[in-house]
Structure formats: structure tokens, C-alpha cells
């Protein structure tokens, strides 16, 4: 064998190592990123809640429900949405494929990111807020967001390993 061959050979290696490794990564790395954004947005602000209420003793028994009572999670839901539009536009697929998701993710997210506004601009003009209607809206739409995202999230990681091929 020529020593070029033998050194090329050498060098292959690792990159045939790297590559391997790297596909493990690509298969899970939409999981990450949802857990990333979910964290960033519930788990974070119940962390600093908590903070807060120890630091000025003060107890209070946080739930999701009463943190989020305002609609805030439709935010979480529309920070998700946008993130997922990013990798949809990144994607090979056809002009048509993309503005099509991208489309039914943005709907989703800016209904659920209108829950927090009518939220917030009822209980400042002082007209009828309900807390329990803006949760379960924001709930609900914040659920809506994280399945359209991870279906879609899987479908990109999915269909990139068949082009692939």
C-alpha cells in the first residue's frame, strides 16, 4: 500500500468516528432543543418564583397554574413556534412545504402568544378577568404549539436521514 493511501486511511478514522457520533446527536437533537425552550419557559420562571418567595420569606406554594395564571405560557408556546419556523425555513424542502408548516406554526403560536395580550390588556383596563379561562386557554394552546413543534421537529430530523441516503 502506498504511504499516501496508509496515511489517508489513518485519517479516515476518527472522521468516520466523528461522523457516527454526530448522527446520534442529529437524531436526538430536537428532543433537546423542545426540552431547552420548555425549560427556558416553565422550569426557569417556577425556579425564580421559588427564589424570590425564599430570599423575602415569604411562603407560597407555587403550581404551574397559579404562575402561569395570566397567559404567559402562550408566550412559551409562541417563543416555541418561532424557534421551530427558524429550522423549517433552514430546511431542503420545497418552497410550498416550508411556507405551508411555517404558516400553521405561526398561526398557533400567535393565538397562543394573544392569549397572554388579552390577559394583560383586560386586567389593565379593568375589564372582567378571568385567571382560570386565561391557564386553560394558554394551556391549551402552549400543548397545541409543543405537539405541531415536535411533529415537526421529527419530521425534519426523519426526512433529512432519507435524503441522506
Known sequence: MPPEKAAYDHLSMPALHIYELTTGW???KWLLWILLYLSLG???PWVLARAWAHQHQVTMQLRLKQLFQSG???LVGLMLAISVIWDLQKSQYSSYTIALGSVFLALTGVMAGSVWI?????RS????FT???AWRDSRNLAFLVFSLAAVTEILLDRFAKVIAL
Open 26 to 28: 442529529a437524531a436526538a
Open 42 to 44: 416553565i422550569l426557569v
Open 72 to 74: 404567559e405560557l402562550g
Open 118 to 122: 388579552e390577559a394583560y390588556c383586560r
Open 125 to 128: 383596563s379593568g375589564i372582567r
Open 131 to 133: 385567571p382560570g379561562r
